[in-house]
């Protein structure tokens, strides 16, 4: 059984045919002129773009090849490639359709057409000349055919190999891989309509044998990359020829090069073939239209703006005198490698790429295939850039086209080869969309189509069964390009570089080394070996790498330690000389490559965890991946390593290793201004927190599981105390803590369940492991080392109600149950409250926290450190505002419950919001505290031996403290900044906490 046939309409509409009723009249009317029948029509037609266009023109060209003879020989093309390859170019281009109406003998000679494109420039040259009347093999051609004749003849003649090309361009099976050479091709046609324009200018030009000119072309034209239709960029040069005057020479040289662009852009009876642009010369349009080779030197060396050394990068002598145009690239070509080093070229390519963009009307910039977002644009300045910024160093990259430049920058290590390959599809797709919408009517056009059918036009066109599908592709080539764009155009180190001499990006050995040394490095040989064993070889890590050190060799000596930091890149780049993404990333991100560089020039802290862990460089590229992790999520993580799971050794490396993760992601931030030190000791805590709950869980099941039991005999909960429960934990600090247990219903000996989990989970914690410990001390709880580790909650409620003492009560005022069920932490701080917010301080407890303190001030300082220079316990250091603090706590938190807070910041802004504490007082204790925070961090993540809390004498070792603290103050200022924030924290303190301006 078979399926009704179709319809003759239906089967030209499922062939793409618009109007099936009036393609089927011009069939029949094209089968009438020619005399044969037509087999499988809408077969033939399914191929063409725009069949009912395409039927239209064969028709018409026809009835004029039969008008003028050639009717038996278009018919004979019939069934051939060649018939098939005009069919192809009726049904793409009206235009091209006119032309072969108007002369059906090009049509007739299909059969001489090429299967593929080859460069053919001299031919085209040739084939123009002679079209002219003029001889091929003279270096100065002299046409014989003249006037509206030798115009008209010569557009016959291009137009002729146009069509060819065009025939060929649309009839490859893959439009993408034709599209570089097509634009060769058309670029080389127009360079040969120049030479013939200018065979033209000679014969019509009087004294023209005394000017030596040559046409240089720019942009696209002179990169081999011009589209169908399109100004045809030039800048004309010329000298005078042996005898002659220069001023003779000049006029004529001016009078040669108007008509050579009249003969391609004048009215005529044969349309005109494009605009010649000579715009780009120097000065502009207010310059003279032809200057000596001497003058454009001239004028590049003293007067050019930056954009126009960008343009000359495209320049190439397509006709005239060969050798002038060659004189010409000579005396030019230097200043555009030499141009980077002018100030601000790079931000001023940047601005220009905006402004072309801000003038786009707002209806267009969506559909814009050359200037839009996503759109030529985006790929050609953003190679021509990184040309322009690398190419002085590397001759590698000076080349003018721009899939040619996007090779160079690939093989050199400048582009990534997935983004070379993604931006390489991307252009050729754009160019293919524009160059189908130019042959349709030989239009210059830069738009996608706004309507149903020319959208449907263009899909087939440039090989797309469906216009939907199109769309999408359209969509996805605009997001990769501006995508890549962005990332590459914007790259900081571009700028960086393009501000070093030639010497210093090239890093030869002696130019380096004295670089090195006058920005800081201690040991530029040193370094200068380091920088050799980096850069060496052919290898794309060594090329990459010596696109990269020019600037991180200045990023390093921003730092503290730049010859430190130089020597922790190396052994990162021989650690990570395998992976391909470390050194993409440093190349490709906007922030990475500096933020590694200060971080390895400023931090021991941060090197050694790098140089330890360094996938966490990743993070560099982003200020979300430094950002704080919200603790519900590092929760979620660390149950999932604990449930999943069920070998202990594994589960508290991994809750180790998240704790360290996100430790040192906090340190980097920190370093990096992206984090002040209280928010990073609140992520450090934060971080403690999470690895403790994780390993109560483990210790919990770990016990149960030796005890032989079905469940816990106990619900153990872990209170932070001192900095830790503040919420203030250093990057070294240990954890204080206190354990308290509530025995499980009908269970046996609790107390030695529990105490089993206080010392298993102290064991996870501190045991050695690959990843870093944390130290428990459980010094704070009640009795102190004298009492049992872990208590239950009734005897610790008993012991704090009956026998603690003052200092005690002040401990709890920093107690946060951390781990544990919820239930038995609330009782736990329910149990405390009257404790440590009493309804008042007795005298006594008020003589013991002074006395307490006093001797901690005269007793706990270590030998040999002057008081005054101690972080901790010296005079207005961080004991001094968190007693005084503590003290207003007791006596008013239970009056005001804002007091109720275990973090110091926090409690100093309720006290004085409270106002038991005045503006400036609270003033002065919140920036000794947070300064005192700071140089603590600070210390930390220099990452060198030494007390912690000791305030270093060298003023160079604190201009390193004030480096990492992200100020920029020397370190004389930060000394006397401490003395002086001190001093007045200390005076608050002697006031509130020891009254001895009431005793006095």
Not at 113 to 138: C, H, K, N
Not at 477 to 486: A, C, G, Q, S, Y
Not at 693 to 704: M, P, Q, S
Not at 867 to 888: A, F, I, N
Request: charged share 25%; proline share 4%.
């Amino acid at each position: 059984m078979t399926g009704r046939e179709l319809s003759a309409a239906a089967q030209m509409r499922r062939a793409g045919v618009h109007d099936p009723e009036r393609a089927l009249r011009l069939v029949a009317d094209i089968e009438a002129v020619m005399g044969v029948t037509i087999d499988d029509v809408p077969k033939a037609l399914s191929y063409l773009a725009d069949p009912d266009g395409g039927l239209l023109n064969l028709l018409r060209l026809a009835e004029s090849a039969r008008d003028r003879g050639l009717l038996d020989a278009l018919a004979a093309l019939r069934g051939t490639t060649a018939g098939n390859k005009l069919g192809m170019l009726l049904g793409a281009s009206s235009a091209l359709g006119d032309f072969l109406v108007r002369h059906p003998d090009v049509a007739v000679d299909a059969s001489s057409w090429g299967q593929e494109i080859r460069p053919d420039a001299s031919g085209a040259r040739a084939a123009f000349l002679t079209a002219v009347g003029a001889d091929p093999e003279s270096s100065a051609p002299v046409a014989t055919v003249t006037g509206a004749a030798g115009v008209d003849a010569m557009r016959i003649a291009y137009r002729r190999e146009l069509a060819e090309v065009a025939a060929i361009d649309v009839s490859s099976g893959n439009p993408l891989a034709v599209e570089p050479a097509v634009s060769a091709a058309l670029a080389d046609l127009a360079g040969a309509a120049l030479e013939a324009g200018l065979a033209i200018a000679r014969a019509e030009t009087p004294g023209h044998e005394s000017a030596r000119l040559a046409i240089m072309a720019m942009g696209k034209c002179g990169a081999h990359e011009l589209n169908y239709v399109s100004d045809v960029d030039v800048i004309y040069v010329a000298e005078p020829a042996d005898g002659f005057e220069e001023g003779v020479a000049m006029a004529a040289a001016t009078a040669l090069a108007s008509r050579a662009a009249a003969v391609c852009s004048a009215p005529s009876s044969e349309p005109p073939l494009w605009q010649v642009d000579p715009n780009l010369r120097p000065e502009g349009k207010d310059g003279v239209l032809v200057r000596r080779v001497e003058s454009h030197r001239a004028y590049y060396e003293r007067w050019a703006e930056s954009w126009e050394f960008q343009a000359l990068l495209k320049a190439r002598p397509v006709a005239g005198d060969l050798e002038v145009g060659q004189a010409y690239l000579d005396a030019v070509w230097p200043f555009v490698w030499t141009a980077v080093e002018r100030d601000g070229f790079v931000q001023s390519a940047q601005a220009m790429r905006k402004r072309v963009e801000s003038h786009i009307p707002l209806k267009e910039k969506d559909r814009e295939i050359k200037l839009g977002p996503g759109g030529l644009r985006d790929v050609e300045f953003t190679i021509q850039l990184i040309q322009l910024v690398h190419g002085r160093s590397d001759p590698s990259l000076r080349v003018r086209g721009t899939l040619e430049g996007l090779r160079a920058l690939r093989d050199g290590g400048y582009v990534g080869r997935t983004q070379a390959a993604s931006l390489d599809r991307g252009y050729r797709q754009l160019r293919v969309w524009e160059h189908r919408l130019q042959l349709r009517r030989l239009s210059r056009t830069h738009l996608m189509p706004d309507t149903d059918e020319d959208k449907r036009i263009l899909a087939r066109a440039s090989g797309f069964a469906t216009v939907g599908y199109m769309e999408e592709v359209w969509a996805d080539v605009r997001r990769d390009v501006r995508t890549m764009h962005l990332e590459m155009f914007y790259r900081p180190i571009l700028g960086v570089v393009a501000q070093l001499s030639t010497d210093e990006v090239a890093l030869s050995e002696e130019p380096a080394r004295a670089r090195l040394a006058a920005i800081g490095f201690r040991d530029p040989a040193g370094a200068q070996r380091h920088i050799a064993v980096l850069t060496q070889g052919l290898s794309r890590r060594a090329a990459i790498q010596r696109q990269l050190l020019p600037a991180m060799i200045g990023w390093f000596a921003a730092g503290p330690d730049p010859d430190a930091g130089l020597l922790a890149f190396r052994q990162l780049a021989e650690q990570l000389e395998r992976s391909q993404w470390f050194l993409k990333l440093l190349r490709d991100s906007g922030t990475a490559a500096e933020r590694l560089a200060v971080l390895l020039s400023t931090s021991g802290f941060v090197t050694k965890a790098l140089l330890t862990s360094a996938q966490h460089i990743t993070w560099l590229d982003s200020d979300d991946d430094l950002a704080p992790v919200p603790v519900e999520r590092l929760d979620r993580e660390a149950e999932a390593i604990v449930s999943r799971a069920d070998d202990e050794e594994k589960v508290i490396t991994a809750l180790r290793g998240l704790r360290r993760r996100e430790v040192v992601r906090t340190a980097a931030a920190n370093v990096l201004a992206l984090q002040d030190s209280v928010t990073a000791a609140a992520s450090v805590t934060q971080a403690a927190d999470v690895l403790m709950r994780g390993a109560l869980r483990v210790a919990h099941a770990v016990v149960t599981i030796e005890r032989g039991l079905d469940q816990p005999a106990a619900d153990v909960a872990v209170v932070a105390m001192g900095r830790y429960g503040g919420g203030e934990m250093g990057y070294g600090s240990d954890a204080d803590v206190q354990f308290v247990y509530e025995a499980s219903e009908g269970a046996d000996d609790p107390a030695s369940f529990a105490l089993d989990v206080a010392a298993k989970l102290r064991d996870l914690l501190q045991r050695a492991n690959s990843q870093p410990s944390l130290a428990v001390d459980a010094d704070l709880r009640p009795e102190g080392k004298n009492g049992p580790l872990v208590r239950s909650l009734e005897s610790v409620s008993e012991y704090y109600r009956r026998w603690s003492d003052p200092w005690e009560a002040q401990a709890l005022l920093r107690a946060r149950p951390v781990a544990g069920s919820p239930e038995l932490r609330e009782r736990f701080v329910a149990a405390i409250a009257d404790v440590r917010y009493p309804s008042e301080v007795t005298p006594a407890a008020l003589k013991q926290m002074r006395t307490l303190k006093a001797r901690m001030e005269s007793e706990r300082l270590p030998r040999g450190i002057d008081p005054r220079r101690h972080l901790k316990l010296g005079p207005g250091g961080l004991s001094d505002v968190e007693w005084t603090v503590q003290l207003l706590q007791l006596r008013h938190a239970k009056a005001h419950h804002t007091l109720q807070t275990t973090e110091t910041l926090r409690a100093i802004g309720a006290a004085r919001s409270a106002g038991v504490l005045s503006v400036s007082d609270s003033r002065a204790l919140a920036d000794a505290w947070r300064l005192a925070t700071d140089l603590r961090g600070a210390i930390a993540l220099r990452g060198k031996s030494g007390d912690a809390d000791a305030l270093p004498g060298d003023y160079r070792d604190l201009g390193v403290l004030a480096s990492i603290m992200g100020t920029q103050e020397s370190g004389q200022a930060l000394d006397e900044r401490y003395a002086r924030t001190a001093r007045r924290a200390r005076a608050v303190t002697e006031r509130v906490f020891f009254a001895w301006e009431e005793s006095s």
